[in-house]
């Protein structure tokens, strides 16, 4: 048998690692676009703030590790089209050579592109990295962009978008000395958070020298005198704001052309429709990552490309196309990130998607120490709980709290607990360590629960009177 896996990120190589780990005997190939396979994306901004270095250093595994599992890798080769009867795949390498390659199974793990979201004088036809104006989303971009900051030694930056990237890259950027200005279109940064959290976030930037513009939305770039100018509107009046370079970060799009070609259909946010075990509906084909609709255990079929995701639903396609019935049991969008000394984190629903999605929420804010009190370094951490009001099921958390206050790991309860259907106040029964250095006999992700509670009732009682 024949499995040929697209794309050499997340999804296309956890295709191929589970094919090979189940049954050794299978033919593997991966089909990578580019020279630099199993990389991490979501670690180039530590190396643009050179906590990681080399850039060796963000691949997974190396070339040598990948084919040690029995793969082999097509690199610098780019997938054309797909013969669906004839289950026949064809690509062009790096000289502009076609061929075909005949396949048993095929994965499409395409991904996505970044987005510029429409902005005048950006693109082919206008300003590029050769002008400092950059995205972030391969290697490729990594090096264009390491390269313009090593030759032109620019010493002011404006990052376009204030979502997870956006941030690690205005935190990479000031450390490597540059002053930078954000612009994000919503009212708050990070707009996967409720504002109440995302105005920590912001805080934290304005702390460390990045002027951040909330409500501003960019028109157009334009270049004079090496000097480039973002124009649009700020809280509907126009502004003008010049830099040396100018970073990109405002969304992706899914690569869906080689599928929709072959008569794969479309969804949410314009991405390659699959079931939960993968399967395009195509024959002999399944698809995975950031180019598919994710299923979603709370909001049902949606559009959240995550790294995470992508993995999980490598792992699903690469073995039900050898012959598996896995099942991708679903996304709660799952999120964290570092901004300077600040964590922020989510999981589940927030207000507005659980109202989309049927249930009637109520959302409440705490803030719980990280640990006892009494011994030193306790920090507070703000949690934000969204529940259901008819049956009390949790829906949903948002934490914000200082690095080193376990953000993460107190997200990872909750999900658990949605994973598994938990209410609210059943987190009040989970056996939760304790050590006065890292927590209280009631964990800080229990007094937030609780607080929820005693909120829920008293709103109750205001309405009743």
Same mark, same amino acid.
């Given at each position: 048998?024949?499995?040929?896996?697209?794309?050499?990120?997340?999804?296309?190589?956890?295709?191929?690692?589970?094919?090979?780990?189940?049954?050794?005997?299978?033919?593997?190939?991966?089909?990578?676009?580019?020279?630099?396979? #199993?990389?991490?994306?979501?670690?180039?901004?530590?190396?643009?703030?050179?906590?990681?270095?080399?850039?060796?250093?963000?691949?997974?595994?190396?070339?040598?590790?990948?084919?040690?599992?029995?793969?082999?890798?097509?690199?610098?080769?780019?997938?054309?089209?797909?013969?669906?009867?004839?289950?026949?795949?064809?690509?062009?390498?790096?000289?502009?050579?076609?061929?075909?390659?005949?396949?048993?199974?095929?994965?499409? /793990?395409?991904?996505?592109?970044?987005?510029?979201?429409?902005?005048?004088?950006?693109?082919?036809?206008?300003? /590029?990295?050769?002008?400092?104006?950059?995205?972030?989303?391969?290697?490729?971009?990594?090096?264009?962009?390491?390269?313009?900051?090593?030759?032109?030694?620019?010493?002011?930056?404006?990052?376009?978008?204030?979502?997870?990237?956006?941030?690690?890259?205005?935190?990479?950027?000031?450390?490597?000395?540059?002053?930078?200005?954000?612009?994000?279109?919503?009212?708050?940064?990070?707009?996967?958070?409720?504002?109440?959290?995302?105005?920590?976030?912001?805080?934290?930037?304005?702390?460390?020298?990045?002027?951040?513009?909330?409500?501003?939305?960019?028109?157009?770039?334009?270049?004079?005198?090496?000097?480039?100018?973002?124009?649009?509107?700020?809280?509907?009046?126009?502004?003008?704001?010049?830099?040396?370079?100018?970073?990109?970060?405002?969304?992706?799009?899914?690569?869906?052309?080689?599928?929709?070609?072959?008569?794969?259909?479309?969804?949410? /946010?314009?991405?390659?429709?699959?079931?939960?075990?993968?399967?395009?509906?195509?024959?002999?084909?399944?698809?995975?990552?950031?180019?598919?609709?994710?299923?979603?255990?709370?909001?049902?079929?949606?559009?959240?490309?995550?790294?995470?995701?992508?993995?999980?639903?490598?792992?699903?396609?690469?073995? #039900?196309?050898?012959?598996?019935?896995?099942?991708?049991?679903?996304?709660?969008?799952?999120?964290?990130?570092?901004?300077?000394?600040?964590?922020?984190?989510?999981?589940?629903?927030?207000?507005?998607?659980?109202?989309?999605?049927?249930?009637?929420?109520?959302?409440?804010?705490?803030?719980?120490?990280?640990?006892?009190?009494?011994?030193?370094?306790?920090?507070?951490?703000?949690?934000?709980?969204?529940?259901?009001? #008819?049956?009390?099921?949790?829906?949903?958390?948002?934490?914000?709290?200082?690095?080193?206050?376990?953000?993460?790991?107190?997200?990872?309860?909750?999900?658990?607990?949605?994973?598994? /259907?938990?209410?609210?106040?059943?987190?009040?029964?989970?056996?939760?360590?304790?050590?006065?250095?890292?927590?209280?006999?009631?964990?800080?992700?229990?007094?937030?629960?609780?607080?929820?509670?005693?909120?829920?009732?008293?709103?109750?009682?205001?309405?009743?009177?």
């Amino acid at each position: 048998m024949h499995l040929v896996a697209i794309g050499g990120s997340d999804a296309g190589i956890s295709t191929a690692l589970r094919a090979c780990e189940l049954d050794p005997s299978v033919d593997v190939t991966v089909v990578v676009a580019d020279s630099y396979p #199993n990389f991490s994306i979501c670690g180039i901004p530590y190396y643009f703030s050179r906590e990681v270095k080399p850039w060796q250093s963000l691949a997974h595994r190396t070339h040598a590790d990948l084919e040690a599992t029995g793969m082999r890798l097509r690199l610098d080769t780019l997938a054309t089209s797909i013969d669906v009867a004839g289950k026949h795949l064809t690509v062009r390498d790096a000289t502009g050579q076609e061929s075909t390659i005949a396949y048993d199974a095929l994965m499409v /793990g395409t991904g996505a592109s970044p987005s510029t979201a429409g902005i005048s004088g950006v693109g082919p036809d206008g300003l /590029g990295p050769d002008d400092g104006v950059h995205v972030l989303h391969s290697m490729g971009h990594t090096f264009a962009l390491e390269r313009y900051l090593d030759e032109h030694q620019p010493e002011t930056a404006i990052i376009v978008g204030a979502g997870y990237v956006g941030l690690e890259m205005a935190e990479a950027l000031t450390l490597r000395g540059l002053t930078v200005t954000q612009l994000q279109r919503g009212p708050e940064v990070l707009s996967t958070l409720d504002p109440e959290l995302g105005s920590l976030v912001h805080d934290e930037l304005t702390r460390h020298g990045v002027d951040v513009v909330t409500n501003a939305r960019v028109e157009a770039i334009t270049r004079s005198d090496g000097r480039l100018t973002v124009t649009g509107s700020e809280n509907g009046l126009g502004y003008a704001r010049t830099a040396d370079v100018v970073l990109l970060v405002v969304g992706v799009r899914p690569n869906t052309s080689l599928l929709t070609d072959a008569g794969a259909s479309t969804g949410p /946010g314009g991405a390659v429709v699959v079931d939960h075990h993968m399967r395009t509906g195509l024959p002999h084909v399944w698809a995975a990552g950031d180019g598919v609709v994710t299923h979603h255990r709370l909001l049902g079929i949606t559009y959240l490309p995550l790294g995470t995701t992508a993995h999980k639903q490598g792992r699903v396609a690469g073995e #039900n196309a050898i012959g598996g019935d896995a099942r991708f049991a679903g996304s709660l969008g799952t999120q964290v990130v570092k901004v300077f000394d600040l964590v922020a984190a989510r999981t589940g629903l927030r207000d507005h998607e659980a109202i989309a999605a049927d249930f009637t929420p109520f959302s409440g804010t705490a803030i719980a120490d990280d640990h006892k009190a009494y011994y030193p370094g306790a920090k507070p951490l703000s949690i934000r709980i969204t529940g259901d009001t #008819n049956n009390g099921l949790l829906l949903g958390a948002q934490l914000v709290g200082a690095r080193g206050a376990e953000i993460a790991k107190r997200v990872d309860t909750y999900a658990t607990a949605l994973h598994h /259907g938990m209410t609210v106040e059943a987190m009040s029964d989970l056996d939760l360590s304790y050590t006065p250095p890292l927590g209280s006999p009631w964990d800080a992700v229990q007094v937030a629960t609780q607080a929820w509670t005693r909120d829920r009732i008293r709103a109750d009682l205001t309405i009743d009177e």
